[in-house]
């Protein structure tokens, strides 16, 4: 019982409310069902900790385990999460074909879907830049078909050479 109220979303020890519990010991095993005080006694005898990691289940399912490396864990398991959410990039040109236009722009979806931001490129080369108003069309396209997956996070703009939008996730 080194730890009394370490976290409000997990409670620990003497935080647990259920009268019984199914212990799980550290290496996993299913020890049973016992009173909240025996599950303790048992962590404290062990020096670890009690948590209690399903409390919707019946019975409250704890297990014996040294909490400050379970939250640590569950600290990196989020961050982890967190870091695969990345800008992706998609390139378009004003002369494509309606195929490969339908493939990147199922890309961007599927992208949108996992809850990547994209950021839809057109490039322009030679006499192509005098035309920038396709760039803008193609752009516009792009936000109609993408509408119900994801909606634009930055408008249209003009960088040199290219002109591109961002899109998050969300939508309709």
């Keep these: ?7 409000n979303e997990t ?6 409310t259920a009268g019984e519990v199914r212990v799980i010991d550290k290496d996993g095993e299913q020890i049973g069902v016992m009173s909240l005080e025996d599950a303790l006694k048992e962590a404290e005898d062990q020096d670890l900790d009690l948590v209690e990691v399903a409390p919707e289940a019946d019975p409250v399912v704890a ?3 040294d909490y400050g490396k379970y939250k640590y864990k569950q600290q990196k ?3 982890k999460q967190q870091k695969k959410k990345k800008l992706k990039t998609i390139k378009f040109s ?8 339908n493939t990147k722009v199922n890309h961007i979806k599927k992208f949108l879907k996992d809850g ?6 057109v490039f322009f080369r030679g006499r192509e830049k005098a035309h920038k108003d396709r760039g803008y069309d193609l ?4 936000k109609e078909e993408v509408q119900e997956v994801g909606e634009v996070d930055q408008k ?3 960088k040199g050479q290219v002109v591109q939008m961002l899109l998050k996730p969300g939508g309709d």
Excluded: C, G, W, Y
Aim: proline fraction near 2%; hydrophobic fraction near 30%.
């Design 11 to 16: 409670r620990v020890n003497h935080e647990i």
């Design 156 to 158: 249209p703009t003009q």
């Design 1 to 7: 019982m080194r730890r009394e109220k370490i976290s």
């Design 94 to 101: 004003i002369k494509i074909e309606e195929h490969d236009f």
């Design 63 to 65: 297990k014996i385990l």
């Design 77 to 79: 398991k989020k961050q």
């Design 139 to 142: 752009l516009d396209d792009i």
């Design 116 to 121: 990547h931001k994209v950021r839809a490129t």
